[in-house]
C-alpha cells in the first residue's frame, strides 16, 4: 500500500485532533447516563471491578488495534477488512466484519438518539426552573411523565437526530473538530463542580461504598457480561467508529498512547457520574436499580438544591448533549463512509439516508417507553433487546474478531510497523493482549453466561 495514501474524507488537521474526537466519540450517554445505571442495576463496586479489568485487559489493546487497521487502509470500516484482508491473504469472509460493525453502528444510535433527546429536553426543563425547590418524588414524576408522551419523546428524538446528520454533512474538518473542542472542558468542570455537591451530601459516603467496594456476591455471569459490553460500548469498541477516526489519522501519532489517553478520560468521566450520582441517590432513599431514568431522576435533586443549581443545571445538560453529539457523529460515520466511497453518494445524501433509517429504528425504542412498554420479547422491551444486541452481543463479538484478525492474521511486519512502539517488549505485551488475552476473555464470558462454565 502507498504510503502517502490519504483518506477520501480529509485527514485530522492535528494529533490533538485525532485525540479530541476519539475521546468525544467515547464520552458521551455510555459514561453519565449508562454506566450509573448499569452499575446501580448490578450491585455496585464488583461489577466497576470488572468493567475497569475490561478497560485495561481488553479495552486498551483493541483500541490499538481498531486504529492501526483504520490508518493502515484509510478507507470505512467495510473497505478496510476488504483491504486488509487481501493484504495479509486472508479469507474472504473477514469483509463481513465491516458489515457487522456498520450493522451495530445502526442500532445503537438509533436508541442513542432517544436517549440523547431526553438529554436535549432536560435543557429545556433546567432553564425554566422545573427542577427548582422539587421534591425527589416530583422530580420522579416529571421525568415518568415526560417517557409516558411520545410525542415529546419524539420529537427530542427527530431534532438530535437532524443535528447529528447536520454535523456529519459538513464532513470532518469543519463539523466535527469545532462543535467538540469546547465542550469536553467544560463537561469535566461541571462535573468536578457537582462532586463538590456530592461530597455535601449525607450519602456520599455510602455512594463511595457502592461504587468502589466489591461484595462479589452480587456479581452473576451475566452481570459480567454487561461489564464487559459497557467496556465496549463506552469506548467505542468493536464496530468501526475508531477504526474510522483511525483512517484519518496521520502517520505521526504514536496510537499506544492516544489509545491509553482516551481510554483514562473516558473511565475518568464514568467514575466520576458514579461519584455523583450514588450519593444522591442513597441521601435521599432513592433506589440504585431503578433504571434508564436513574440520572434523570438524580441529578435534578442536585440542581434544585445547590447554591447555583439553575446554571450548573442548564449547563451540564448543554454538555451532555454535546458529548452526546460528538458520539453520535461516530456512530453514523462508518454508514456514511461507506455510502460516499462505495456507493458514490454525496455525504449530504449519505447523511440524509442513514440519518432517516437510524431516526425510523429509534421509534421502536421511543414506543418501549410508552404505548408498546408492555410488548415485550424475551422478557425485554423493544429497547432493552436491542440494548442487549448491540453492547453485549455484537460488540464483543466484532470486538473478538478485530483482535483475532490484529493478532493472527495480519501480518506482524505491519501491525509493528503501525504501532511504531519504541521498544519491541512493548509491542510484545500488546500481541499478547489483542491474540491471547482479549479473544479468550469475550470467549470464558460468553461461555459463562450460556452457562457452559
Ligand atoms: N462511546 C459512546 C458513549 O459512551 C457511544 C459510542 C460512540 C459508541 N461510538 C460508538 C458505542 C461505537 C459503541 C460503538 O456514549
Redesign the pocket.
Known amino acids: 500500500m502507498a504510503e502517502e495514501k490519504k483518506s477520501q474524507q480529509g485527514e485530522w488537521s492535528s494529533r490533538f485532533a485525532f485525540i479530541l474526537a476519539a475521546t468525544g466519540?467515547?464520552?458521551?450517554?455510555?459514561?453519565i447516563w449508562?454506566f450509573p445505571y448499569i452499575t446501580g442495576e448490578n450491585g455496585g463496586g464488583a461489577f466497576v471491578l470488572v468493567y475497569l479489568l475490561c478497560v485495561v485487559l481488553i479495552g486498551v489493546p483493541l483500541m490499538m488495534a481498531e486504529t492501526m487497521l483504520g490508518r493502515r487502509s484509510k478507507e470505512n470500516p467495510i473497505h478496510t477488512m476488504e483491504i486488509l484482508t487481501k493484504e495479509a491473504g486472508a479469507d474472504h469472509n473477514w469483509q463481513y466484519l465491516g458489515w457487522l460493525g456498520v450493522t451495530?453502528?445502526f442500532l445503537?444510535l438509533s436508541y442513542?438518539s432517544v436517549i440523547a433527546g431526553w438529554a436535549t429536553a432536560y435543557v429545556v426543563k433546567a432553564f425554566f426552573g422545573s427542577f427548582f425547590g422539587a421534591t425527589p418524588q416530583e422530580i420522579k414524576a416529571i421525568f415518568d411523565g415526560f417517557v409516558a408522551s411520545p410525542i415529546q419523546l419524539i420529537f427530542w428524538h427527530s431534532l438530535f437526530m437532524l443535528a447529528t446528520m447536520l454535523i456529519v454533512a459538513r464532513g470532518i474538518e469543519k463539523g466535527f473538530e469545532r462543535s467538540i473542542r469546547f465542550l469536553l472542558p467544560w463537561l469535566f468542570a461541571l462535573m468536578i463542580l457537582l462532586v463538590g455537591y456530592a461530597m455535601s451530601t449525607d450519602g456520599y459516603f455510602q455512594g463511595l461504598n457502592f461504587l468502589f467496594k466489591p461484595d462479589f456476591s452480587k456479581l452473576t455471569a451475566n452481570s459480567v457480561l454487561v461489564a464487559m459490553g459497557q467496556a465496549?460500548?463506552?469506548?467505542?469498541?468493536?464496530?468501526g467508529?475508531?477504526m474510522v477516526y483511525g483512517a484519518y489519522l496521520p502517520k505521526d501519532v504514536s496510537i499506544a498512547k492516544s489509545s491509553m489517553f482516551i481510554a483514562g478520560a473516558?473511565t475518568i468521566v464514568a467514575l466520576l457520574a458514579g461519584i455523583i450520582i450514588f450519593p444522591i441517590v442513597f441521601s435521599h432513599g432513592l433506589h440504585p436499580n431503578s433504571g434508564p431514568g436513574l440520572v434523570f431522576e438524580t441529578l435534578p435533586i442536585a440542581f434544585g438544591n445547590m447554591f447555583g443549581g439553575w446554571l450548573v443545571g442548564v449547563l451540564f445538560f448543554i454538555a451532555l448533549v454535546f458529548?452526546?453529539l460528538s458520539?453520535?457523529i461516530?456512530?453514523i460515520e462508518p454508514a456514511v463512509a461507506w455510502l460516499i466511497e462505495n456507493q458514490g453518494y454525496s455525504r449530504p445524501k449519505a447523511c440524509l439516508y442513514s440519518g432517516l433509517l437510524a431516526w425510523f429504528l429509534g421509534l421502536g425504542t421511543v414506543f418501549s417507553f410508552n404505548a408498546w412498554a408492555n410488548f415485550k420479547l424475551f422478557g425485554q422491551t423493544i429497547f432493552e433487546l436491542l440494548d442487549y444486541l448491540?453492547?453485549n452481543l455484537m460488540?464483543p463479538i466484532g470486538g473478538f474478531c478485530i483482535a483475532i484478525f490484529a493478532g493472527w492474521i495480519m501480518k506482524q511486519d505491519h501491525s509493528r510497523h503501525e504501532l511504531e512502539l519504541p521498544d519491541d517488549k512493548y509491542y510484545q505485551v500488546w500481541k499478547f493482549l489483542v491474540s491471547y488475552v482479549a479473544p479468550a476473555a469475550v470467549f470464558f464470558v460468553f461461555l459463562n453466561v450460556v452457562g457452559v462454565l
Open positions: 466519540s467515547a464520552v458521551g450517554l455510555g459514561n449508562k451495530a453502528g445503537i442513542y465496549f460500548f463506552s469506548l467505542s469498541l468493536g464496530m467508529s475508531i473516558d458529548a452526546a458520539s453520535s461516530a456512530l448491540t453492547a460488540l
